[in-house]
């Protein structure tokens, strides 16, 4: 192993142009957790890039999984029968579409 197998493992993230408010808010949570302002975000990107790529399925089929998984029994879902009302906010115009 020579140090370009170190480097190409750790990588270096740069933010330009983050709000101030943004800043405060994570050396606020920092603090809060004992990490240095760096580690938190980390943390963040770690946490929540995750999160995201744990929900490729959607709603639907993921309930359906975790019912199945359960060992409930199967989940019946009823046919739609009717279409769905339009909500009071939406104009016709909008619901045409």
Partial sequence: MDIND???VMATL???????????????????NGR???????????????RVSAFKEG????????FRESGAGELVVPP??????????VSDEEWEK
């Fill in 14 to 32: 740069l933010i330009r142009k983050l709000d101030d408010s943004v800043k405060a808010a994570l050396r606020k949570r920092a603090a809060a």
């Fill in 59 to 66: 709603l639907g089929t993921r309930l359906e999984r975790i």
């Fill in 6 to 8: 170190i480097i190409d």
């Fill in 36 to 50: 240095s302002m760096e580690e938190e975000a980390r943390v963040i990107l770690n946490f929540e890039l995750r």
């Fill in 80 to 89: 739609r029968t009717e279409m769905p009302r339009k909500p009071p906010f």
